[in-house]
């Protein structure tokens, strides 16, 4: 079984892209998920992600490259929702909330109007496999590499930024730059994750492994390191078990990120019940 | 005058035609212990934050002499924050290094230092959320000390502290002026303790009513400042009196 699955990953090219861009979205999405569950704004993955949505349907009316236009407006919004909150002083949820369905609006009236044939939707919104290649897995790379080195030199600043804004900027941390720099962070990391997450589940890729690694992380390097290694964990699974029953790979891993988060909260409780 | 630490001069501020100060003026001197006590809504939290520079567009002069530590209204405790408790105190360090500048080993000796100071050394490694209110009250207190202010600044840092950790706190206070001979100005609703605690005490409801030696406040001053509310006040007072003196 194992020994298929591995000469299959050696044989077939789109199958290694797959989980080779199945493991660098997940410690993408997984490093950023901290931030994200730490400062509450567990809706911008959704918010991104529909963006990007609106992105590629206009991508695709303009016969343009879609990818590069899901990533525009991923940062447009981005850029929109670090304004609005900080010159208005309206809620994160507030302005994505808004903006969220506008970018799906935009995107499903600019989808009426392309004539002929259209690319996978469906797999845009649920993920699909066959559709990285392997420069998807070398943009991945890079965004990751850019977004670890971002993290290992702002590990302060992203900490203090997460904990308590108002006096972070008292302090002199450099709030406006950490804010527009994570948003920007998130929406990229949310435009690469959509071949293999869908724009509908890349917010539990966001989610999910920070939410089970708060649950027992001691500190915030503890914290971004535990929700790594849940996100690769859940994806190689992930992975593995869609290639086995032939399931589609996004949602299994979405499942498994999940059974992460139940194994973990009944160990923790077993612990606590015995000593 | 040579010992003074801050000078505010005729301060106002004001939202569309609601005035929230007009006109407020007073000294600060080193090694001056200062409690501020006004009814909700008179303007105290709006004085601070013109005085440790979150406020904009205030008319009139505020000239600080010397570095100001800062103890702000309600920190949310967010308790189940992965963030050790020197990492917080370390905050307070971060002007002094700035970005891309990590801290060194002399910048964690200090915060074992700060810590020690207020009495928690021993906590340095636990999660800040787990800590009870006075001691988390402690950790903000070692975090505005951290940048060596001349002047401290604590806008109700009562609040979530029982009465026993209210008094020590206060203690440590006092303490820590005559040590780093600092000026403090502290915000409170606790009328007790600011007439037990502080050398002077200002009353504030819009304008300045009095700023006087603690001993010497008269219930009228007490009265044009809080008005309607003069009646819990004077009790309080009273009864603070009779526990103390008698």
């Known amino acids: 079984m194992i020994q298929n699955f591995l000469s299959d990953i050696i044989s077939y090219s789109f199958l290694r892209n797959a989980i080779l861009a199945a493991v660098l979205v997940s410690a993408l999405t997984g490093i950023f998920s901290s931030v994200v569950v730490l400062r509450k704004i567990e809706f911008i993955g959704d918010g991104a992600a529909h963006a990007t949505f609106g992105g590629i349907a206009f991508g695709l009316l303009l016969g343009t490259d879609y990818i590069l236009m899901a990533a525009i407006t991923a940062v447009v919004f981005a850029v929109a929702v670090s304004y609005f909150t900080r010159k208005n002083k309206l809620s994160e949820s507030s302005v994505i909330g808004m903006l969220l369905p506008l970018s799906m609006s935009l995107g499903v009236i600019a989808l009426s109007f392309v004539r002929g044939y259209t690319p996978d939707v469906m797999g845009l919104f649920f993920g699909n496999i066959l559709m990285v290649t392997s420069d998807d897995v070398w943009m991945l790379l890079i965004a990751n590499v850019i977004a670890w080195v971002f993290f290992a030199v702002f590990y302060r600043e992203l900490l203090y930024y997460s904990y308590d804004e108002g006096m972070a900027k008292h302090y002199g941390v450099p709030i406006g730059f950490i804010h527009y720099a994570v948003l920007i962070g998130i929406s990229l990391s949310v435009v690469s994750s959509v071949k293999i997450a869908g724009i509908i589940l890349v917010t539990a890729f966001l989610v999910i492994p920070a939410v089970t690694s708060k649950t027992i992380a001691r500190s915030f390097r503890g914290m971004i390191l535990i929700s790594l290694g849940m996100a690769v964990v859940a994806s190689v699974m992930g992975i593995f078990v869609s290639y086995l029953l032939d399931m589609p790979p996004g949602p299994v891993i979405v499942v498994m990120l999940f059974m992460e988060f139940l194994i973990t909260i009944s160990l923790k409780a077993l612990i606590r019940v015995r000593f | ?246």
Request: glycine content about 8%; some cysteine; aromatic content about 8%.
């Open chain 2, 1 to 246: 005058m040579e010992s003074e630490i801050l000078c505010v001069e005729n301060l106002s501020y004001r939202i569309g035609s609601h005035w929230i100060l007009r006109d407020v003026s007073f000294n600060i001197s080193r090694r001056e212990f200062v409690g501020i006590i006004g009814p909700n809504g008179a303007g105290k939290t709006t004085l601070i934050k013109a005085i440790v520079g979150d406020l904009e567009d205030y008319s009139g002069k505020i000239v600080v002499s010397g570095k100001i530590g800062y103890l702000s209204q309600n920190p949310d405790r967010k308790r189940d924050f992965p963030i050790k408790v020197k990492e917080v105190a370390a905050m307070g360090l971060y002007g002094d290094r700035g970005i891309l500048r990590p801290f060194r080993k002399s910048d964690w000796i200090r915060v074992d230092d700060l810590l020690r100071t207020v009495g928690i050394l021993d906590l340095r490694d636990r999660k800040a959320g787990t800590l009870s209110g006075g001691e988390y009250q402690r950790l903000m207190l070692a975090r505005a000390l951290a940048s060596d202010p001349e002047l401290l600044i604590l806008d109700e840092p009562e609040a979530g502290v029982d009465e026993m950790g209210k008094a020590s706190f206060y203690r440590l206070l006092e303490s820590l002026k005559n040590e780093k001979s600092i000026g403090i100005l502290m915000v409170s609703h606790d009328i007790g303790m600011v007439f037990d605690a502080c050398d002077t005490v200002m009353c504030i409801n819009k304008t300045l009513h009095c700023h006087t030696d603690a001993d010497k406040i008269t219930a009228k001053e007490l009265q044009s400042a809080f008005s309607s509310d003069l009646d819990f006040f004077i009790r309080s007072r009273d009864h603070f009196e009779r526990e103390h003196h008698l």
